[in-house]
């Protein structure tokens, strides 16, 4: 897959629709994945901050998250095609879960906002399984929700812990998962819950 680095950041040079795909074609070939979505801040946040470049290199893809990454992409004579954001790649792989009949997990946001996304995406996506869920204000040290996404085994996490919690939490833990998409996806719930 091709890259386009910006400033030290890797990111996938992929459209949004064939990211899902790829993202798809990963979850069936049980291939364990971790997504960054990455718009501008995050760019420099991973110049100033080591441990965030460290995360960066752990992802399996790094994706073009704002028009400023697009535009400076361009202005590097290295044209990405769009915007892959969190929000439109967690949006559509609840279709592909819908249809496919997918197991996820939710992880993040207040308990009123998760418990109100929950209620959306039972009524929205009736073939989706929610095999677990844990709000995002959770003592750090924790290990029992690591354990209980390994134990379910979910075809897709979604996190939303906000930047960098989403990326910390993945990167620690990820080790103890053998498959599954592990997405950090900001205010996505805030968005979906309404
Ligand atoms: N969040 C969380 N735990 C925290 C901090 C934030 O679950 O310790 C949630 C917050 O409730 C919101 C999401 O993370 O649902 C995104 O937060 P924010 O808008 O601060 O992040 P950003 O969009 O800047 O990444």
Do not use: C
């Not at 929000?87 to 249809?99: G, I, K, P, R």
């Amino acid at each position: 897959m091709k890259h386009i680095t910006i400033m030290g950041v890797p990111f996938i040079d992929i459209n949004q629709r064939d990211f899902v795909s790829l993202l798809e074609e990963r979850i069936i070939q049980h291939e364990k994945t971790f997504v960054i979505t990455a718009n501008p801040e995050i760019v420099m946040k991973a110049n100033e901050e080591p441990d965030f470049m460290n995360y960066i290199q752990q992802a399996t893809y790094v994706t073009a998250d704002g028009i400023g990454i697009v535009k400076a992409a361009k202005m590097l004579g290295n044209p990405l095609p769009e915007r892959v954001t969190g929000y439109d790649t967690m949006m559509q792989l609840l279709d592909v879960a819908n249809e496919k009949g997918y197991k996820i997990f939710l992880l993040g946001a207040h308990p009123d906002t998760l418990h109100k996304t929950i209620e959306t995406i039972e009524k929205n996506y009736p073939n989706i399984h929610i095999v677990g869920s844990n709000d995002g204000y959770f003592d750090w040290d924790r290990n029992d929700i690591a354990e209980r996404i390994s134990t379910a085994k979910p075809d897709i996490t979604f996190v939303a812990l906000g930047v960098p919690r989403q990326e910390k939490w993945i990167s620690e833990n990820i080790a103890q998962f053998d498959r599954g998409v592990f997405i950090g996806v900001g205010g996505s719930f805030d968005v979906i819950a309404g």
